[in-house]
């Protein structure tokens, strides 16, 4: 380790053109992964419109399904994905912010709330059929309320719960403990400061959420398949307790069926389908923007 | 500002080095000589611009977006900042040892390895790891336990390992920015007394907020100002007879 | 007597003698109030009880009727026809067959493409590939099934002439797809939480962004892309309607891409869109095949759990 300079030198063998090339070829090879995800989801898309087109119509929105396919249309199914998500969000948003307050501001740190809240954690990823065969025996059965959008609705809302349940936490979490604290100060009691002081300031955080979490409700198909909605309905819900049927069930039944024209009915219901989830989730980034720079004052 | 260095033989130069952080002038138009075979060490309040100083030596300001460098360092007769330079071949010659060790997860076999594969070394590797842990001074400790994670050893013993895995590339200049800055005392003294061992095989420059240790272990000192080179010398004629005010109110405590 | 001027019990006037003590109703309240919250965060103990419960009980009664030993050995699965075979077998090789396919597609294209928005993107660049990302990632799986039904299929048998209308290929490359994003996006958070110091050692060693980044960084955050790499397989497992559109309703044992396949979810909810009476042995095979389903996913999900904070707790 004496000798400077070209003896030191000989010793090592960089190869440095040859690394870089390497380095190249790899971010190659890593941008060309980039590629296939973003060209994917822009054939999906095309395929879509270009199978859809000619299928979506004025009638088409208005009409309920047919067996014959000029004349079907996806009237009920609109109407049962509204039903469904109001009712979602109804049953939804209590149970989950009212857990989100009790975790952020009332449970005493020990091993039932951790215990709580790595269960919430996996619930998360239980696949979404389980919970169509919980919602089957429990709702369907158990409770009696048979084929509904009852049902239907519980199922969905037990199965975005765990979502909402995080998204209002962060949102609780996010609230400064400052504003608690002089809340306390003052002399208000934990209810007086969670209502008054801390679910003022954690609402748009927490709607975004739940906005993202009916987006991610309005696209399944299997639990509700599981709890009985059908495809082929030819009256509109009025009332919870009807049978019903929804958007992705509809596209299922048109897609599973071997006659072309209903692949292209199937393509422009998914084109109705992912214009309301475009509608949603643009509004859920709205709001956190506004939200976001609200705070920034 | 240049020490005599007519009577040196100069390892690394630099000419009118600058460092903008986007509009913000870090490093003002510095030009010094560090010595071959010496020990130089940059002092300074802190945001002096010290550790910028030192990061342009072995281009490392490049993994900043925001950082801009004009001027020249010159190291063996090329301008380290010329267009066809390549940090990657600089960093080899000119190692660095960092303020919080930082060895790899991996054991300490592998953690001086890596150097040595990555720059295609063509001796014996077990040979090279082995006197690299010896020149850090920590071969004694780590000689059975090779295979084991480098993390698992303590915060003075993952520097030194940080010192050996530098060292086992053969760099001509060692940069150390506050190697001892995270470690306990007695740690400290022994990375100070390895500065002393290892200065006869290599150029090093340390960055420090510490003074005493900047007058322990250094020959020459320099001393940095709101980014501008205030005085460099005699790291003892420095600290007893500064020449200039600014040096003498710094080293006096008068501001920190 | 005159002369005592003793504050009144129960005045709230401060001062000496304030009373301090719960007003009576807020008590009360205030309790009525917590006790109602923490029944809000029992709803979710109770939802993984009420999923085991159920799956346990209505399987208990399937398994009164057919030996474990069959059902998890057997290599024919038929409840539906008269010959009767309840071997869980076949269904097991199509849910494996499609989640190792997918695996195939989004492993690589998932960690690469994690690899490149942590080490080699501008900030530029994250802000526009991460949402559309998440784009695909939000897809209703309704709406991969009919891909891969309609667009992989005929594609697929344009170049594989001997693969079926209803084949595992298919559903494999569109499962594949939808998890891209969830391994992109776990991946690259576990490469963010390797400190820079050490891309910062392997700089100054002098190495090149390929070698900081595959040799240094990824081998890092390994235990992390580990945990995604089995969070992602747990969600193929799970899947539903793409298997169910695309890869077909035959549960047989075979390892060829290009024959159908049924999987266990694509079973399930074939005998729901039957009219199987409830109470009979076919019923019950949804709450035995659910079982099983649900206890390979919580394995899955619980080892990816424990291995995400061992990880998280190496670097913080």
Redesign the interface.
């Known amino acids: 380790?004496?000798e400077?300079?070209p003896a030191?030198d000989a010793?090592?063998?960089?190869?440095?053109a040859r690394?870089?090339r390497?380095?190249r070829m790899?971010?190659a090879?890593?941008?060309a992964?980039?590629a296939?995800?973003?060209v994917?989801?822009a054939?999906?898309l095309a395929?879509?419109a270009i199978?859809g087109a000619a299928w979506l119509s004025g009638e088409f929105l208005t009409s309920f399904p047919s067996r014959i396919s000029s004349r079907a249309g996806i009237r009920p199914a609109i109407l049962g994905t509204i039903w469904i998500m109001v009712l979602v969000a109804l049953i939804s948003f209590?149970?989950?912010?009212?857990?989100a307050?009790?975790?952020e501001e009332?449970?005493p740190r020990g091993r039932l709330t951790k215990?709580?809240q790595?269960?919430?954690?996996?619930?998360a990823?239980?696949?979404?059929?389980?919970?169509?065969?919980?919602g089957?025996?429990?709702f369907v059965?158990y409770f009696g309320f048979g084929r509904s959008l009852l049902a239907g609705a519980a199922t969905l809302a037990?199965l975005v719960?765990?979502v909402v349940?995080i998204a209002a936490q962060e949102a609780i979490r996010a609230v400064p403990s400052s504003l608690r604290e002089a809340a306390y100060g003052v002399g208000a009691?934990?209810?007086q400061v969670v209502r008054s002081h801390v679910l003022p300031v954690a609402m748009p955080g927490i709607l975004t959420g739940m906005i993202l979490s009916l987006?991610?409700a309005?696209?399944?198909?299997?639990p509700l398949?599981?709890v009985?909605a059908l495809a082929f309905v030819a009256f509109t819900p009025t009332s919870p307790m009807d049978l019903f049927t929804v958007l992705?069930i509809q596209?299922?039944n048109w897609?599973?069926r071997p006659q072309a024209d209903f692949?292209g009915l199937?393509?422009a219901a998914?084109a109705v389908?992912?214009v309301l989830?475009l509608l949603m989730?643009m509004t859920a980034i709205l709001l956190r923007n506004r939200y976001q720079s609200k705070r920034g004052q | 500002m240049n020490i005599p260095p007519g009577q040196l033989d100069s390892a690394l130069d630099t000419h009118d080095l600058s460092v903008f952080y986007g509009d913000t002038h870090a490093v003002k138009r510095i030009s010094l000589s560090i010595p071959r075979n010496r020990v130089v060490a940059f002092i300074g309040p802190s945001g002096c611009g010290k550790s910028t100083l030192l990061r342009c030596f072995n281009r490392m300001n490049d993994l900043i977006p925001a950082a801009r460098v004009e001027g020249e360092v010159n190291f063996r007769g090329t301008n380290l900042y010329a267009p066809d330079v390549d940090p990657v071949e600089v960093r080899r010659r000119i190692g660095m040892v960092f303020q919080k060790p930082n060895p790899f997860p991996k054991s300490i076999y592998e953690n001086i390895a890596f150097g040595l594969r990555i720059n295609g070394f063509r001796g014996n590797l077990d040979e090279q790891v082995e006197r690299s842990l010896r020149a850090a001074a920590i071969w004694d400790e780590v000689k059975d336990r090779l295979e084991d994670r480098a993390l698992e050893l303590s915060g003075g013993q993952q520097q030194r390992l940080c010192i050996a895995r530098a060292l086992a590339v053969e760099p001509e200049i060692l940069l150390m920015d506050e190697p001892a800055s995270a470690l306990d005392p007695i740690a400290t003294s022994r990375i100070e007394d390895l500065i002393e061992d290892l200065k006869s095989d290599y150029t090093i420059v340390i960055v420090t907020h510490n003074m005493q240790q900047a007058a322990r272990v250094s020959d020459y000192t320099a001393f940095l100002y709101i980014g501008e080179l205030i005085e460099y010398g005699d790291t003892e004629r420095l600290f007893t007879n500064p020449a200039k005010e600014r040096t003498e109110q710094y080293i006096t405590g008068r501001f920190g | 007597m005159r002369d005592q001027v003793a504050p009144q019990a129960g005045s709230d006037s401060g001062g000496p003698g304030a009373d301090l003590r719960w007003r009576a109703g807020r008590r009360v309240g205030e309790g009525v109030i917590a006790g109602l919250l923490f029944l809000c965060g029992l709803v979710s103990v109770l939802t993984t009880v009420g999923i085991v419960v159920v799956l346990v009980t209505e399987s208990s009664g399937f398994f009164r009727e057919v030996p474990l030993v069959d059902f998890l050995t057997g290599t024919r699965w038929s409840p539906l026809y008269t010959n009767q075979r309840f071997g869980i077998l076949p269904l097991l090789n199509g849910t494996l067959l499609i989640a190792v396919g997918a695996m195939l597609i989004a492993l690589p294209i998932g960690l690469t493409s994690a690899i490149y928005l942590s080490e080699y993107a501008s900030p530029r660049v994250r802000g526009i590939v991460k949402p559309l990302l998440e784009i695909l990632a939000g897809i209703p799986t309704v709406v991969y099934g009919y891909f891969a039904l309609l667009f992989i299929t005929p594609l697929l048998r344009v170049a594989f002439p001997s693969a079926g209308v209803y084949n595992a290929a298919s559903a494999a490359i569109v499962v594949g797809i939808m998890i891209i994003p969830m391994v992109a996006s776990l991946s690259e958070d576990a490469l963010s939480a390797v400190p820079r110091s050490l891309r910062e050692a392997a700089y100054g060693l002098g190495a090149t962004k390929f070698e900081v980044s595959t040799r240094v960084a990824v081998p890092a955050a390994l235990s992390g892309i580990v945990a995604s790499f089995i969070l992602a397989i747990s969600r193929a497992v799970g899947e539903t309607m793409a298997v169910t559109l695309a890869a077909g309703a035959t549960p047989h044992m075979t390892l060829s891409f290009l024959d159908s396949v049924q999987t266990m979810t694509a079973y399930i909810v074939q005998v729901s869109l039957g009219e199987t009476p409830h109470g009979s042995i076919e019923y019950k095979t949804i709450f035995a095949v659910g079982l099983v389903l649900f206890c390979m996913t919580l394995a899955m999900n619980l080892v990816s759990n424990r291995i995400t904070t061992r990880f998280r707790e190496v670097y913080e």
């Open positions: 380790m004496r400077a300079g030191r010793r090592f063998e960089p190869r440095l690394r870089r390497n380095g790899f971010q090879v890593c941008l992964s980039i296939v995800s973003l994917t989801l054939t999906l395929d879509i199978d209590p149970f989950g912010v009212g857990a307050i009790y975790l009332y449970a215990l709580i790595t269960n919430i954690a996996n619930l990823g239980v696949p979404s059929i389980v919970y169509g065969i919980l089957l025996a429990i059965r037990l719960l765990p349940i009691t934990r209810w987006s991610r309005i696209g399944e198909t299997a398949i599981m009985g992705p596209i299922f897609t599973a692949h199937a393509a998914i389908l992912l989830l989730n």
